[in-house]
């Protein structure tokens, strides 16, 4: 397991950098974490327009002119969890459902008629009502008839991720919401996410299954954005180091206003973000950067070639909603971005890009052949 340094040590680690040390960190052939804490620093945001010229030359050469699109499937709004800023927290009195496997296969082959190839299963951690059963059944109806199925549903063992792989899954996104110990703590009111370590641990356990792909992230908007991307920059060296098979994404998602009209106690800018992305951009060149449809058009229009590489679209985030969405209630958060696959398809190719509609088959995917041995029942320290 990692043991990442207090919040409040790495924002004085990040405070302390000089302007010097962004110079450097740019001119670093390979950016170590002492690089990634200048170019987070307060001192680096004289140096965003050099940021973005080296984000997008890096963008460029590893991963061309393309930007890969998905949507999710929300099956079902249910969940054991009271989070303060979530829109399914158990609190909140909204229409909760459950999508049956029928209704979640139409769901999806509904995406499919739009055009996609890649989608992510998106559910609330209610594991009595949906668990690995239910994903993997789900997954065997789907497999064949999309490129690419992520998951993004609670945290389930070592070898319900490998049954997963087995079954068809390719990708799992987990999000630790904030590194922020004491945070993390008020936010996380009841249920099983109140365990910090346990949730810290999930990505190790997705990636010792042997999954193809790891997504990791936090909740922007919940601490200093600065000391938690340093954390979440600690997090993803650690997976690198020890999983180098598992390819790996970082996902950014703002608060949005949903059900319970949660205030983030620390609102991050859309200034603030682009240098975050940036700086994680120069930090790991190798890393899949995703911005959803949380975000608004105009700034995902404008961070086209300069370093994210993944968008959704058409997103709804109510169970069931794409077949009716006139009923399109029990959000988890509303939408920034509301345009069609075809409507950022083509904002795509406006900026002289591509987009990605297929990138991996299951072909590809054996089942047993990746699952890694590791120590990762040792602690680690991270740098």
């Not at 909204?94 to 989608?119: C, K, Q, S, V, Y």
């Not at 650690?238 to 994404?249: G, I, S």
């Not at 591509?354 to 990746?370: I, M, T």
Request: proline share 4%; hydrophobic share 40%.
């Amino acid at each position: 397991m990692i043991e990442l340094p207090s919040t409040q040590t790495l924002a004085k680690r990040i405070a302390s950098k000089t302007a010097q040390q962004v110079e450097n960190a740019l001119a670093s052939v390979r950016p170590s974490i002492e690089d990634l804490a200048a170019l987070l620093s307060p001192a680096a945001e004289e140096y965003i327009e050099q940021m973005a010229e080296k984000s997008a030359e890096i963008t460029a050469r590893r991963f061309g002119r393309t930007i890969q699109l998905y949507a999710p499937v929300y099956l079902s709004n249910l969940c054991s969890n009271r989070c303060a800023y979530c829109g399914f927290s158990a609190d909140n009195s909204i229409p909760r459902r459950t999508l049956t496997l029928d209704e979640a296969e139409e769901e999806a082959m509904i995406l499919h008629g739009r055009g996609f190839n890649h989608i992510l299963l998106v559910s609330g951690e209610a594991p009595g009502v949906l668990g690995f059963e239910y994903l993997k059944a789900l997954t065997l109806r789907l497999k064949n008839r999309f490129a690419a199925i992520s998951i993004e549903v609670q945290p389930l063992t070592t070898e319900e991720y490998a049954g997963l792989f087995a079954a068809g899954i390719t990708a799992v996104a987990i999000y630790q919401e904030t590194y922020d110990r004491k945070t993390y703590d008020q936010v996380h009111l009841s249920g099983p996410k109140k365990d910090y370590d346990f949730r810290l641990e999930t990505p190790a356990r997705v990636a010792q299954a042997g999954m193809r792909e790891l997504g990791i992230g936090f909740l922007l908007g919940l601490s200093d954005w600065r000391a938690e991307s340093l954390a979440m920059g600690l997090h993803l060296q650690f997976l690198r180091k020890k999983f180098w098979r598992t390819a790996l994404t970082v996902s950014f998602p703002r608060l949005r206003p949903a059900e319970g009209n949660f205030i983030a106690p620390a609102p991050v800018s859309e200034k603030e973000l682009t240098q975050m992305i940036f700086a994680l951009r120069i930090f790991d060149h190798d890393v899949g950067l995703v911005v959803s449809t949380r975000e608004h058009a105009r700034f995902r229009d404008g961070m086209i070639g300069l370093g994210p590489t993944r968008y959704s679209a058409g997103s709804c985030t109510a169970p069931g909603g794409y077949g009716n969405p006139q009923e399109n209630t029990g959000e988890q958060f509303a939408i920034g971005d509301q345009r069609s696959l075809d409507e950022v398809s083509q904002a795509i190719r406006n900026k002289g890009h591509d987009p990605v509609l297929k990138d991996w088959d299951a072909v590809f995917q054996k089942s047993g052949a990746r699952n890694q041995k590791t120590e990762t029942g040792t602690k680690q320290q991270a740098a």
